[in-house]
Each structure stands twice: as C-alpha cells, then as structure tokens.
C-alpha cells in the first residue's frame, strides 16, 4: 500500500465506485459484454433445439470444445481461491488487496464452466440424473465414473467459495449501509449485511467462521482441478493415461487463474484509481507465481514425453509424437511457447514490474492455457488404436460463437460486481495498515494534531460499566 492512507481514505477510495453513478466507459463495457452473454443464451437455445450435433463433435472425437472449455474456465477460477484461503492461512497481508475481486472472479468462471457439461449431455432437462436423488426410477448414478465426480468437485467448491466470499463481505456490506442515503439501498445493504454492528462477539464470530471456511477452501483448491484430470486420466487412451495429471493440472489451473486475475486487475486499478491500493508489489508477487507454476507445467510438458519414452508403449510413443508433428503440431507448439517460454520473461525484474509486459503476457497465458486443453483432449482421441477410426476434429461456427459468448457472461458478472459490491476488502486491508497495531499510536502520537490534548472519553454509567467488567454485556458502540 502506498500514499499513507488513513482508515477513512480507504473507506472513501472504494465506497465511492459502489456509490456514485457508474461512468460512460463502464455502460460501453457493459453492452459489449451483455451482448456477449445473450449471444451465449440465444446459442445455448439453438443447441438444445437442435441437439449437439450442431457442435464439432465427431467420432472419434466425441469430446470437443465443449470438454475443452470446461476445464479451461474451472481452471480460471483456481486462483481465487488460493489467494482467498491458502494465503490467508499462511497470512500472508499483500493478499488483502486482490482477494475480493479474485473470489468474485473465481465465483463467475465457475457458473462459465458448468454451463458445458449440463450441455454437452445433449438432454439438458434429464441434468439432474446426475445428482443421487430419489426418483420414480428407482435408479442412481453411476459412481464410479469420474464425470460425477466431478459433479461432487465443482458444485461443492462452488458453494463453499460463494459462502466464503460473502462472510468476508459482510463487514464491508455495512459500511456500504451506514453511509447509504437512498431508503431502499440501505434496506437492501441492511439486509445482506445481516445486522453487522462491528461489536466485539461480530468480530470474533466472524474471524472463526472466516478461518473454518479457509480451512474448507484449501482442500479443495487441490482436489477439484486433481478430480477434473481423473476425466482423462482413469481412462486408458495414450496421451491420458498417466498419473502426473493431477498435480499437472492442479499447477495449471493456478498458472492461468493468476494470469486472469492479472489482466483483470491491471485494467481496475487503472480505471477506478486505485493503484495505492493495488500497487505494482502486488502485481509482482502474483506475476512470480505465474514464473513459478509455469515452470512447473513446463516440466510436466517434458516429463511427459519422457515417460512415453521411457514406457517401451508404442502407443502411448506415437500420441506424444502425433501431438508435436501430427496434424494440430500448430496447436501444440501455440501451448509450448505461451505456457512454457513466454513466462520466463519474468525472471527479469524490471519486465515483471512492467504493466503493458505483465498484461499482454497474462493474456498469451490464458491462450496457451487454453491450447493445451484442446491439445490434451482433440490430439488423444483423433487418432486412437485402429488407423481405420481416425478423423479430424473442426470446430463449427456454432462452437467458437458459445466459447465467446462465456466470456461476455463472465464479464457481464465481473462489471456488475465491479458497480455494485465493494472491490477491494475494506476490512482485511484496514486490518493489516499500520494505524490497526494497539500500540501504534504509542510511537506515532495519537492521531490529534499538536496542543488538541488527550481526546475526552465520557465515561459508561455505572451499571453498564459493571455489567461490561463482567462480561454480561457488550462495549457500547
């Protein structure tokens, strides 16, 4: 944080976005993106109207972007969550700036991601087959199969990473109530903010629960994307059947959530004024994770071609081999240079600390990220076993037009989130300034200007002084 903001600037910095009538830019944003999540619902008709079959989906390649899409978009919402809940268990403070859009961000590509599955099963209506509900056919699903494990996975993180951002909302969801001067917006705030008073027992409630749901958060992070690779992974298809897909995965997911998280926040701290808030420090530590995890799914890339070697498999050789030289080797070498080479750039300092740098390769990123799903799941099965089975993959018109549209739903979410809900956790980043030390003020003065004296503190009633002493009651307001 920089500027030596007091608690009140803080207040003011963020509350004001939330407040004041949203600028021109943001209506232009919001068409664009609107437009982009109605493409999305007109298309999402035309596909149940006229089944499946209007995407690329062929045979062998029964799975196409749909699948592809998935994972892509779970993987983006990955990051929230780890900077929400492992880092705050780490306590880690540069955290305190970003989380509340990264969570927010987290929550939307989430809702992205389940749209492809409950599509792709053609009958959309028959969705709920899926969950293990009495019915009238006395049947259940089946267990064993990593696509309801994955029903279990991604719903459940789902609600515990909504849960989770909306207990850190409250206090900041109160503050928004108390300075409201429009009746229904503070009955509105009043209302989610769940009679927030910032007394003692709200604060010690709430830093439990909010540590609990942490402590439920982490596990996740690391089972859900180590849930979706068993998709690929329990199945015997050379190219899929290996054990290094969870932890693959799990680094990937983490590589291209920050790498969202990055170009989204670039252009928020820029066009809301607030880079005292989110500083290039932060930006920085979250471009090293980038370096990190992209080194590690770099090393996966190449441990992989390895134990296809090393494996004496013919079969499993000749996937690896089909997908550098094959017929998508431009897919694949598109993968290899966004996810492996382009982020090393980041080793030079002054590179990760340069925004125009930072943006346009936390975009390349998101590219490769999404190039490598599509060369894990199209190269795998266009070419199986039996020569005589093998096809080619072409996405249709139908496809590439739902793939945009979920990214102007996503964003659709992500600006009405930015309008209407408090964008940087008012209360978490209070709670790690200087002026939140008890013994602050002992070094600093305190917080009078010069000859104004020691402030006057009227004293409690006696009664109520007794009943505080002794626990009964809480401190007065």
Same mark, same amino acid.
């Given at each position: 944080?920089?500027?030596?903001?007091?608690?009140?600037?803080?207040?003011?910095?963020? !509350?004001?976005?939330?407040?004041?009538?949203?600028?021109?830019? +943001?209506?232009?944003?919001?068409?664009?993106?609107?437009?982009?999540?109605?493409?999305?619902?007109?298309?999402?008709?035309?596909?149940?109207?006229?089944?499946?079959?209007?995407?690329?989906?062929?045979?062998?390649?029964?799975?196409?972007?749909?699948?592809?899409?998935?994972? =892509?978009?779970?993987?983006?919402?990955?990051?929230?969550?780890?900077?929400?809940?492992?880092?705050?268990?780490?306590?880690?403070?540069?955290?305190?700036?970003?989380?509340?859009?990264?969570?927010?961000?987290?929550?939307?590509?989430?809702?992205?991601?389940?749209?492809?599955?409950?599509?792709?099963?053609?009958?959309?209506?028959?969705?709920?087959?899926?969950?293990?509900?009495?019915?009238?056919?006395?049947?259940?699903?089946?267990?064993?199969?990593?696509?309801? +494990?994955?029903?279990?996975?991604?719903?459940?993180?789902?609600?515990?990473?909504?849960?989770?951002?909306?207990?850190?909302?409250?206090?900041?969801?109160?503050?928004?109530?108390?300075?409201?001067?429009? =009746?229904?917006?503070?009955?509105?705030?009043?209302?989610?903010?769940?009679?927030?008073?910032?007394?003692?027992?709200?604060?010690?409630?709430?830093?439990?629960?909010?540590?609990?749901?942490?402590?439920?958060?982490?596990?996740?992070?690391?089972?859900?994307? %180590?849930?979706? %690779?068993?998709?690929?992974?329990?199945?015997?298809?050379?190219?899929?059947?290996?054990?290094?897909?969870?932890?693959?995965?799990?680094?990937?997911?983490?590589? !291209?959530?920050?790498?969202?998280?990055?170009?989204?926040?670039?252009?928020?701290?820029?066009?809301?004024?607030?880079?005292?808030?989110?500083?290039?420090?932060?930006?920085?530590?979250?471009?090293?994770?980038?370096?990190?995890?992209?080194?590690?799914?770099?090393?996966?890339?190449?441990?992989?071609?390895?134990?296809?070697?090393? %494996?004496?498999?013919?079969?499993?050789?000749?996937?690896?081999?089909?997908?550098?030289?094959?017929?998508?080797?431009?897919?694949?070498?598109?993968?290899?240079?966004?996810?492996?080479?382009?982020?090393?750039?980041?080793?030079?300092?002054?590179?990760?600390?340069?925004?125009?740098?930072?943006?346009?390769?936390?975009?390349?990123?998101?590219?490769?990220?999404? =190039?490598?799903?599509?060369?894990?799941?199209?190269? %795998?099965?266009?070419?199986?076993?039996?020569?005589?089975?093998?096809?080619?993959?072409?996405?249709?018109?139908?496809?590439?037009?739902?793939?945009?549209?979920?990214?102007?739903? =996503?964003?659709?979410?992500?600006?009405?989130?930015?309008?209407?809900?408090?964008?940087?956790?008012?209360?978490?980043?209070?709670?790690?300034?200087?002026?939140?030390?008890?013994?602050?003020?002992?070094?600093?003065?305190?917080?009078?200007?010069?000859?104004?004296?020691?402030?006057?503190?009227?004293?409690?009633?006696?009664?109520?002084?007794?009943?505080?002493?002794?626990?009964?009651?809480?401190?007065?307001?």
């Amino acid at each position: 944080m920089k500027g030596n903001l007091s608690f009140h600037d803080i207040t003011e910095m963020v !509350s004001r976005h939330a407040e004041k009538k949203a600028p021109l830019a +943001w209506y232009v944003a919001f068409g664009v993106s609107l437009s982009g999540a109605l493409l999305l619902v007109g298309l999402l008709a035309y596909v149940v109207w006229n089944g499946i079959g209007v995407w690329g989906n062929n045979q062998p390649v029964g799975w196409g972007w749909p699948i592809v899409n998935f994972v =892509f978009w779970v993987g983006i919402g990955h990051a929230g969550t780890l900077i929400s809940a492992i880092l705050y268990l780490f306590r880690q403070h540069w955290r305190t700036a970003i989380n509340r859009a990264a969570e927010a961000m987290t929550i939307f590509a989430v809702i992205c991601a389940l749209i492809w599955p409950t599509f792709h099963v053609g009958r959309v209506w028959a969705i709920y087959w899926t969950l293990p509900i009495p019915n009238q056919m006395a049947m259940w699903p089946q267990f064993k199969s990593p696509l309801l +494990w994955d029903v279990f996975a991604v719903s459940s993180y789902f609600l515990v990473s909504l849960l989770f951002w909306y207990v850190g909302l409250v206090p900041d969801l109160a503050t928004l109530r108390d300075r409201a001067k429009n =009746f229904w917006r503070q009955r509105i705030l009043a209302f989610f903010s769940l009679g927030w008073t910032g007394s003692n027992r709200h604060w010690r409630n709430y830093e439990k629960a909010y540590l609990l749901l942490a402590g439920l958060a982490t596990p996740l992070v690391l089972s859900v994307h %180590s849930v979706v %690779s068993f998709d690929f992974a329990v199945s015997v298809i050379p190219g899929w059947h290996t054990t290094i897909f969870p932890p693959y995965f799990v680094a990937g997911a983490i590589f !291209s959530g920050f790498a969202m998280v990055v170009t989204l926040m670039v252009i928020t701290r820029e066009v809301y004024g607030l880079k005292n808030l989110i500083t290039i420090d932060h930006l920085e530590k979250m471009n090293i994770i980038i370096l990190v995890t992209g080194s590690i799914v770099g090393f996966a890339y190449i441990t992989e071609f390895f134990m296809a070697w090393y %494996s004496g498999v013919e079969y499993e050789q000749y996937a690896f081999l089909n997908r550098a030289f094959g017929p998508y080797a431009w897919a694949y070498w598109i993968m290899m240079t966004c996810n492996l080479i382009t982020p090393q750039l980041f080793w030079s300092k002054r590179l990760r600390r340069s925004i125009p740098v930072m943006f346009a390769l936390s975009i390349v990123v998101n590219i490769g990220m999404w =190039f490598e799903r599509f060369v894990i799941t199209i190269t %795998s099965l266009h070419r199986d076993f039996l020569p005589s089975s093998w096809g080619y993959f072409t996405a249709t018109w139908v496809d590439i037009g739902t793939f945009v549209g979920s990214f102007g739903l =996503f964003l659709t979410l992500f600006l009405l989130f930015l309008r209407f809900v408090p964008m940087v956790a008012m209360a978490e980043v209070k709670g790690v300034m200087p002026q939140a030390d008890p013994h602050y003020h002992e070094h600093e003065g305190n917080g009078h200007a010069e000859g104004d004296g020691e402030p006057y503190i009227k004293p409690a009633e006696p009664a109520l002084a007794e009943a505080y002493r002794s626990n009964d009651a809480e401190a007065p307001d």
